[in-house]
Nanobody, 121 residues
Framework: QVQLVESGGGLVQAGGSLRLSCAYS????????MGWYRQAPGKQRELVAA???????NYADSVKGRFTISRDNAKKTVYLQMNSLKPEDTAVYYC???????????????WGQGTQVTVSS
């Protein structure tokens, strides 16, 4: 069984910073891509940033230059460093991983439980 556990959310003033962490565990053979998504009230879940097994990254236009995704394979953790936060960044942030594990013959999507980020103006 694969588990993703997020941490690091909270309340911060506009212009501040937060770092989210996503620790993954389980019988994992390979991870194709890991990403951070967010969902604000009344809106669809959207991709914020993703990092592939080779290290390439991509970001939503709204966060480019402010957010950085990184991965520490030794710690089995993916991070999202969020700087210059804006009120419109307020959302529940979810960790996602496309994983090949012992419980599946093909890559499968897994999600964390989400962590709330609130940016006050």
């Amino acid at each position: 069984q694969v588990q993703l556990v997020e941490s690091g959310g909270g309340l911060v003033q506009a212009g501040g910073s937060l770092r989210l962490s996503c620790a993954y565990s389980g019988s994992i053979f390979s991870i194709n891509v890991m990403g951070w998504y967010r969902q604000a009230p009344g809106k669809q879940r959207e991709l914020v940033a993703a990092i592939r097994s080779g290290g390439s990254t991509n970001y939503a236009d709204s966060v480019k230059g402010r957010f950085t995704i990184s991965r520490d394979n030794a710690k089995k953790t993916v991070y999202l460093q969020m700087n210059s936060l804006k009120p419109e960044d307020t959302a529940v942030y979810y960790c996602n991983a496309d994983v090949l594990s012992a419980s599946s013959w093909s890559y499968k999507d897994y999600w964390g439980q989400g962590t709330q980020v609130t940016v006050s103006s």
